[in-house]
């Protein structure tokens, strides 16, 4: 089940309204290297304070190394493990919390944000399923890696083709179809000043 | 000139490709209500961390409310004020830093910088032009609209009709025809080990 667009109150773009977090992965169906690169095409060209780009992503396909692959993978936590059995490609998404003058960058996670958004919608134009995770450890990918201290790991994307939510635990494949949910626009958007609402 | 796709290493969707961020605003023409609005929804349908959704937008539109318009306008930094005399909607972007639970939100940044991504793609879906600025006084912003401590003013984004390069100063008319240029591939992506350049 690939197609799930946004009960959207207002038409947006299909590009955006068709993007969701799946969790339904094909097994043994590897990602192309050429797509792998193309979502990260996608993200390096999200616009940025100063043009700075501080995103960085450590990227990690199953089928060109698996052990880098399985010491990324151990870093999920077990419940992302648990329904990323058949994930193909892993993105540890990054941001430089330094300018080049060695300053603080303020913007730095909120820049990779918007570059990472442009990865997910760029496999969403590939048919490819792509789920962003907090739930990793940070630190421990930190360690695994030696990331340097100036780079922060953010977020873990996991990406592979579409597969059947049938081949997910119960509660996760009821997940998998129930209606798509956001916050009503009220709550997030205020015009011309701040309301309490939100 | 509203077309300036990115020159792209890899195929990417042409709505990733085409948005840019310009500063040549059309004079005296409104945005619609309506297309602020499906700016807004765009946002709301982006990924989060456990659907936190922890995105805020406080936006002003010139044609509805110019004193509050003109409120935000001031808070941008002296630069960014000589370009958007043309803007027409000015969007706050806000990240709530605080969980239901009263804890800190370590991905707020990086999903509000996800949300600004689809609104930003969004206007290009409607030929708007976009720029999303961290070039403004947070502070000032907080003060003058009672913003309350757990929400972090991130940046500013503004937004208009496409407009002529030419009414640009100079140096400005000359950086908006430039090439559009992003850091090679190999500084930003890594693939299954870190590595020093980046």
Chains 1, 2 share one sequence.
């Not at 193309?38 to 940025?48: H, Y």
């Not at 990227?59 to 151990?74: C, W």
Request: proline share 7%; net charge negative.
């Amino acid at each position: 089940m690939s197609h799930r667009p946004a009960p959207t109150d207002i038409d947006i773009h299909p590009l955006i309204a068709g993007r969701w977090s799946s969790r339904a992965y094909a097994a043994d169906k590897p990602v192309a290297h050429e797509d792998v690169v193309a979502l990260l095409e996608a993200a390096r060209w999200a616009p940025s304070a100063y043009n700075v780009q501080p995103w960085r992503f450590v990227v990690f396909e199953k089928s060109a190394d698996s052990a880098a692959f399985e010491r990324a993978f151990a870093t999920l936590v077990p419940f992302n493990q648990s329904w990323n059995a058949n994930a193909q490609v892993l993105f540890a998404v990054l941001a430089d919390t330094l300018t080049a003058k060695g300053t603080a960058n303020p913007t730095a996670a909120y820049d990779a944000g918007a570059a990472a958004m442009a990865l997910l919608l760029q496999a969403h134009a590939k048919d490819l399923a792509a789920h962003s995770m907090s739930g990793f450890d940070a630190n421990a990918f930190r360690e695994a890696f030696a990331i340097p201290e100036r780079f922060t790991p953010i977020a873990m994307i996991s990406v592979a083709h579409h597969g059947d939510a049938k081949g997910l635990p119960e509660a996760l494949a009821e997940r998998e179809q129930a209606p798509r949910a956001r916050l009503p626009m009220g709550d997030l958007a205020h015009f011309g000043a701040w309301t309490q609402a939100g």
